[in-house]
């Protein structure tokens, strides 16, 4: 999965992110334990679950 920063997620949409989310959480489950893809996919969790924070009323 490629990475997803806090810009990239913060110029989308919330449905976007909440997609973006469940395609980073299959691929952490996918990827081989302690693999740079399954790094990338946790970092892209954490950015994606920070933008929603962010939008929660």
Known sequence: MKLV???EAATLG???LYG???EA???FSAAARGS???RNALASM???ESELAKRSP
Do not use: P, V
Request: glycine letters at 0%; charged letters at 35%.
């Open 5 to 7: 920063s806090r810009f």
């Open 14 to 16: 919330t449905a976007e």
């Open 20 to 22: 973006l989310r469940k």
């Open 25 to 27: 959480f299959i691929a």
């Open 36 to 38: 740079q893809e399954q």
């Open 46 to 48: 954490r950015a994606i």
